[in-house]
């Protein structure tokens, strides 16, 4: 199994739309969880970091299942900005100074 | 601040040439990371530093590869001699020392080996 997995996708929602990308992790004892976000032919950037009460950063929502070990991005009213490829990023498994990237997932907002 | 500023941007070489990328952490920052990233394997880590010290080189894929930190304002990364299957995409990422692990990436050196 791999350390972090996620849907490929792509995603192909219509502006306005609500979408939802889950995430699995392996190791039951990783402590810190993010989303980051890759716009084509740029560099990965920090969306929201994962908490284990759930957070919400305006159209945004990132919930965090510990027993289940999933986390989820909740992207509401879709904008066509918001196409891009989204990373799950979870800490490693032999050491807290390495996170591990998922292979993410694509989402196309279209008009 | 500039950000983590990467060079060159864009590399072409020909197979068995030596190649060296560069980066320059953001001042202040105690990690820093390289990583690959290529369409098949997504985006994987190859080595970090903390305080200049290599830490963990476990992603290094051979010995081709090797990277230096030799103080805190730069790193290079080189690949000698460098193979086609080594085309990729090279970020770096720099990061505090406080556990907020957030990494802040640099634009990335896409390297095209011929």
């Known amino acids: 199994r791999k350390e972090v997995e996620q849907d490929p996708g792509p995603f192909n929602v219509p502006e306005g739309a609500t979408v939802a990308f889950n995430c699995t992790y392996s190791?039951?004892?990783?402590?810190?969880f993010f989303w980051y976000r890759q716009d084509c032919r740029k560099e990965p950037k920090l969306l929201m970091s994962?908490?284990?009460s759930g957070n919400e950063d305006g159209r945004f929502t990132a919930q965090l299942n510990r027993a289940s070990q999933y986390i989820s991005l909740l992207i509401r009213d879709s904008k066509l900005s918001d196409s891009a490829t989204y990373l799950c990023?979870?800490?490693?498994?032999?050491?807290?100074?390495?996170?591990?990237f998922g292979p993410g997932t694509s989402l196309s907002v279209i008009p | 601040d500039a950000g983590v500023i990467q060079s060159p941007r864009h590399e072409v070489t020909e197979m068995g040439q030596e190649v060296t990328l560069r980066c320059k952490p953001i001042?202040?920052?105690?990690?820093l990371f390289w990583y690959r990233q290529t369409m098949m394997r997504g985006l994987e880590l190859l080595i970090y530093?903390?305080?200049?010290?290599?830490?963990?080189d476990s992603g290094m894929p051979e010995d081709r590869f090797s990277a230096k930190m030799p103080n805190a304002s730069f790193s290079t990364l080189k690949i000698q001699p460098s193979e086609p299957r080594d085309s990729a995409v090279y970020f770096c990422?720099?990061?505090?020392?406080?556990?907020?692990?957030?990494?802040?990436f640099g634009p990335g050196t896409r390297l095209t080996v011929t």
């Open positions: 990422a720099s990061r505090p020392a406080v556990a907020s692990y957030e990494q802040y």
């Open positions: 001042s202040g920052h105690d990690y």
């Open positions: 530093f903390n305080n200049n010290v290599p830490i963990d």
């Open positions: 994962v908490y284990s």
């Open positions: 990023v979870v800490n490693g498994e032999t050491s807290y100074d390495k996170v591990i």
């Open positions: 190791n039951s004892a990783s402590q810190s």
